[in-house]
């Protein structure tokens, strides 16, 4: 405004100022112009999903509560992917973060219950900040609207993340040209999974005295997971993944219009110890994620299994699969660690470390600088 008052003035000089006036002009218009260009310049990050895109950690969540302010939680690995991205040839230093990601997001409160874009009427309650958002929830973002907590990034309302990714890009003419959109998807629903057998033996123990899934309720537990999420859970999260990158790619109307890289990343398990045989299920579902890439010419796979679960499958290495898992995440953090725990002092949170945060960005832009869309 100030550039705007001087040049307006200049206007209503006396005649023998007119030289300088010009010059003046010409200067101020320099400046008004100068923020323009670097205004066009900016371009746009987009990391959207769940808790581990958010950057909390349940020891942040509790050292904070109940002021959980998403600047307490700004060193999730999209913070450093975005540095990565800033650092680049390719895109410039001008690449401005869009966290959209919400805590203990499901692939299906992901999408909310616009039906539009492939959303559905829920006929679950709305999960909060603790709950898990199982099949049948597709209320979008219950850290926000039922505890009430702030996220990084909101278009207002009640949108689901999908829908405020489609705000921002407009149909193919976002404000600022987006240079990546990062995808991590699923853990919740297999979180939904794992609490829905553990209750439902334990009801049916209750009810009977035994379960239909085995003749112990340790393995009618471990049988309901490893059957219901090969034929459920997995297929699931696999549709609903391909259905949201669908949409962000379409060029139908109310679609993303995006043909820019797009980096899906996969999962490890932190759960390797405290649910035995969960690494075959996990490393079954970042396969069945990888057989959908074909379908699209602009998404890359980034996958943290091999590093964080290092020494799966090998029962002489499970020292070295434990050693990672302590590494890579919040698993044997003695703060928040699970009372009766087992293995004790390792079953702790799931989500990554300062460590596990870094990795997770150094496979990001290994898959982003290998994506032919970028």
């Given at each position: 405004m100030k550039a705007k008052h001087g040049s307006v003035s200049a206007s209503r000089a006396h005649g023998r100022l007119i030289g300088c006036c010009v010059m003046l002009a010409?200067?101020?218009?320099?400046?008004?112009?100068?923020?323009?260009?670097?205004?066009?310049?900016?371009?746009?990050?987009?990391?959207?999903?769940?808790?581990?895109?958010?950057?909390?950690?349940?020891?942040?969540?509790?050292?904070?509560?109940?002021?959980?302010?998403?600047?307490?939680?700004?060193?999730?690995?999209?913070?450093?992917?975005?540095?990565?991205?800033?650092?680049?040839?390719?895109?410039?230093?001008?690449?401005?973060?869009?966290?959209?990601?919400?805590?203990?997001?499901?692939?299906?409160?992901?999408?909310?219950?616009?039906?539009?874009?492939?959303?559905?009427?829920?006929?679950?309650?709305?999960?909060?900040?603790?709950?898990?958002?199982?099949?049948g929830d597709w209320h979008p973002c219950g850290y926000q609207s039922v505890e009430g907590f702030p996220l990084h990034y909101s278009a207002g309302g009640e949108h689901s993340q999908l829908e405020e990714i489609l705000s921002i890009l407009k149909e193919g003419k976002p404000a600022h040209p987006v240079r990546a959109i990062t995808l991590n998807l699923g853990g919740s629903d297999e979180l939904a999974l794992v609490?829905?057998?553990?209750?439902?033996?334990?009801?049916?123990?209750?009810?009977?005295?035994?379960?239909?899934?085995?003749?112990?309720?340790?393995?009618?537990?471990?049988?309901?997971?490893?059957?219901?999420?090969?034929?459920?859970?997995?297929?699931?999260?696999?549709?609903?993944?391909?259905?949201?990158?669908?949409?962000?790619?379409?060029?139908?109307?109310?679609?993303?219009?995006?043909?820019?890289?797009?980096?899906?990343?996969?999962?490890?398990?932190?759960?390797?110890?405290?649910?035995?045989?969960?690494?075959?299920?996990q490393n079954l579902l970042n396969e069945k994620l990888e057989q959908i890439l074909p379908k699209f010419s602009n998404v890359t796979f980034a996958n943290p299994f091999p590093i964080v679960n290092k020494g799966a499958f090998h029962e002489k290495l499970e020292a070295k699969e434990q050693e990672s898992i302590c590494k890579y995440t919040e698993m044997c953090n003695p703060n928040v660690q699970v009372p009766g725990g087992e293995p004790a002092g390792k079953d702790g949170d799931q989500l990554p470390t300062l460590a596990g945060d870094k990795l997770l960005a150094t496979l990001v832009n290994k898959a982003w600088l290998s994506n032919p869309a970028k």
């Open positions: 010409l200067a101020l218009a320099g400046f008004i112009y100068a923020p323009a260009a670097a205004s066009a310049a900016t371009s746009t990050y987009i990391a959207s999903g769940d808790s581990i895109t958010f950057g909390i950690t349940d020891e942040k969540f509790n050292v904070n509560y109940p002021n959980e302010a998403p600047a307490f939680f700004e060193e999730g690995f999209d913070h450093w992917f975005n540095a990565d991205l800033n650092r680049s040839t390719e895109v410039g230093k001008s690449v401005i973060d869009v966290n959209t990601a919400c805590p203990s997001e499901s692939t299906e409160t992901f999408i909310g219950e616009n039906e539009a874009i492939g959303g559905e009427k829920s006929t679950e309650p709305a999960a909060g900040s603790k709950g898990t958002a199982g099949i609490e829905g057998c553990t209750r439902e033996v334990q009801e049916e123990y209750e009810r009977e005295g035994k379960s239909h899934w085995a003749e112990s309720p340790e393995l009618a537990v471990k049988t309901c997971i490893g059957t219901t999420a090969e034929n459920v859970t997995i297929p699931h999260v696999v549709g609903n993944v391909s259905d949201i990158l669908k949409m962000i790619d379409s060029t139908e109307a109310g679609g993303g219009h995006y043909s820019g890289a797009i980096v899906l990343v996969g999962f490890y398990n932190p759960d390797s110890f405290t649910v035995p045989g969960s690494d075959i299920l």
